[in-house]
Nanobody, 126 residues
Framework: QVQLVESGGGLVQAGGSLRLSCRAS????????MGWFRQAPGKEREFVAG????????YYTDSVKGRFTVSRDNARDTLYLQMNSLKAEDTAVYYC???????????????????WGQGTQVTVSS
């Protein structure tokens, strides 16, 4: 099982930017499709963005399209989420997770992801 550690969260004003990182413990990171999810207080965990195992395809939930960018550096075993034009409704704990191995398709369902990080808090003040 891959161990994942997120970092980069914090407090930012609306309109600002943050870049989240997710470092994997194993070199097998490159074989997995990866996803970012978030969970706000009192709400279910929701899909934010995903990327295929070979960087070929990216996926976003509608509310972040044009503002967030997911990327990965397989040489560094690291997944990124660049978040721009942040809004108060982006406030949540953000998690990274491993999807299917060798997959060009990223599921939007949390149940399809196996290994999860501990999460990093993002707070956007309005």
């Amino acid at each position: 099982q891959v161990q994942l550690v997120e970092s980069g969260g914090g407090l930012v004003q609306a309109g600002g930017s943050l870049r989240l990182s997710c470092r994997a413990s194993r070199r097998t990171f490159s074989m997995y499709a990866m996803g970012w999810f978030r969970q706000a207080p009192g709400k279910e965990r929701e899909f934010v963005a995903g990327i295929s195992w070979n960087n070929g395809r990216t996926y976003y939930t509608d509310s972040v399209k044009g503002r967030f960018t997911v990327s990965r550096d397989n040489a560094r075993d690291t997944l990124y989420l660049q978040m721009n034009s942040l809004k108060a409704e982006d406030t949540a704990v953000y998690y990274c997770a491993t999807g299917r191995p060798y997959s060009d398709v990223v599921s939007f369902q949390a149940a399809d992801f196996r290994s999860w990080g501990q999460g990093t808090q993002v707070t956007v003040s309005s």
